[in-house]
């Protein structure tokens, strides 16, 4: 499984252009294709989500040109698709699915629509049972009230009003209230239930009057389309930046000082999700707002836990329960039911992931309950993401708290292809200092010195293929059985503490160091797996205020975001004189040219191996130690760190 490995965050600050609603470009999609005339559509998001729509609409006849630059040019059909049957896949797109359903059974045709697996699972059945009233030919290919659908050419009789369920999903009655302008008659929709998520509708009903049908509205209850309603092309229309997107930001703004500023959204926005800053600033956070820009820093004292009715904002709410493990005091978000039929369910996939970290969590059918703890553990198998774009970005929020690593972060291109490359350009990580080198090189005690004077933990990484090799060799495992050490790396019980290292709990001591270990470890780091293994283990060193890590892929692997790369080195002759006096000086035999001949084979075995060989790389400065005193090593290091922190 692909993943991602986000160091320890130390703050957020900067600006952020927003994509394109995700809600706002599919609805002007699809009614700039059911419209009379070319519509040119501006700032269009681009994701899989609208990739389907925009495959599906040319799939029907529509013309659908790129004009470059998020550009299109849809040409409108006049609510007459031109490809009368065809077989549409529309991945876990619901905003393509939905209102796709309602306005192919009700122009006529034969059509098939089918989705991912999970879109296979996400209810339809209240839309279907609309349509079937005003006399469309709906069959379920799968389960009953489940898609894959097969829509039939049928006569349709608009009689009394149609009666809906607003208590599911609300994209129901925005499929059906954009369809209904294509019957030109006069067609009221009755909500049963109470309507959720309100502000999509309102989304719905500000898309549908630019371009040109006005909805009577009685409340939340009745809606009325009257005969003689057409869609007909505004000409051009921007798609405002994506309101829900704009919550990862300013809760990092919220979470880590800020000032962060999102722009496409303001005060003057359609969507709903806007109101997200309002929970935020109930949280203490202080929001501010222009007409179409956002932006949030953190409260002085820290983020307060809210308890909060989240209806209004389903999608955003998300953003509130993982902000919520940096807020004093337990979240409750409220009304929320809809989460379970989304891109997964979402409150058991929250829930789970947010237990993993060591968060405190109650679950109800429609609420979360969120206590944070102080500290937070970084799950070594990493935070699953369900296939769900907005588990991913929510729990990036996280890495404020640990380094942390989030499972198939691609799932993000639903709606934000670009989300992790925007989170790094305004946030700032915890640094890293690497250092690699060969064997007996003076890189350990150069990297624990420099560690020590910045005040940054330190890591060995070398101590790692040390302990590997080690505690395969009391499990009777052969250093050249790949898969048996791979799984001795994968569960190494292993702390550091100061300058202890322990192993299932006993100190180690000097067992890693002696000449054995050295060769089982040069071994065992040539096992592709087993540095695999290890790669995480390494990573969450990468915390707050900062690292030194000394190795030999620190800089190219592991840690390839350093604020400083260092290939520390020495002659060979050097350093077998310094390893043979630091093995007298520990009481152990030694002979040195026996030394040399060893240290030339493990720095060709560790600059031969085909994984993450020993190397400078590029962005490495040479730091070579044949004539220079450790202090001296240690002082050009820290001069080197403040040149590249400055
Ligand atoms: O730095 P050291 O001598 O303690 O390292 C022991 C072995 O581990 C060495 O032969 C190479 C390997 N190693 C590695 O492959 N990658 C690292 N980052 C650190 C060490």
Known sequence: MEFLDLPQLLSAAGTVRLPGSKSISNRVLLLAALADGETEVRDLLASDDTSRMLEALQALGVGVTALGQEAWLIKGCGGKFPVRQAELFLGNAGTAFRPLTAALALAGGDYVLKGVARMHERPIGDLVDGLRQLGADVTYLGNEGYPPLHLKPASIRPEGAVKVRGDVSSQFLTGLLMALPLLGETVAVDVVGELISKPYIEITLATMARFGVVVEREGWQRFTVRAGSRYVSPGTVYVEGDASSASYFLALGAIGGGPLRVEGVGRDSIQGDVKFAEALAAMGAEIEMGPNWMEARAPQGGLLAVDLDCNHIPDAAMTLATTALFAKGVTTLRNIASWRVKETDRIAAMAAELRKLGAEVEEGEDYLRVTPVTRLASPPEGIDTYDDHRMAMCFSLAAFATPLRINDPKCVAKTFPDYFERFASVTRAAPVIAIDGPSASGKGSVAARVATELGFSYLDSGALYRLTALAARRAE??????????????????????????????????????????????????????????????????????????????GSVVFPQAVLKVFLTASAEVRADRRYKQLINKGFSANLPDLLADLRQRDERDSQRSVAPLRQEADARLLDTS????????????????????
């Open 477 to 554: 495992v052969d250093w050249a059985d790949e898969a048996g050490v791979a799984a001795i790396a994968a569960e190494l019980d292993v702390e550091f503490i100061g300058e202890d290292i322990l192993l299932g709990g006993i100190a180690v001591g000097d067992a890693i160091r002696t000449e054995e270990m050295s060769a089982g470890a040069s071994k065992v780091a040539a096992l592709p797996t087993v540095r695999e293994a290890l790669l995480f283990r390494q990573r969450v060193f990468n915390a707050a205020p900062g690292l030194v890590g000394d190795g030999r892929d620190m």
């Open 627 to 646: 004539a220079l005193t450790i202090e001296e090593a240690v002082r050009q290091v820290l001069d080197w760190t403040a040149e590249a922190m400055k």
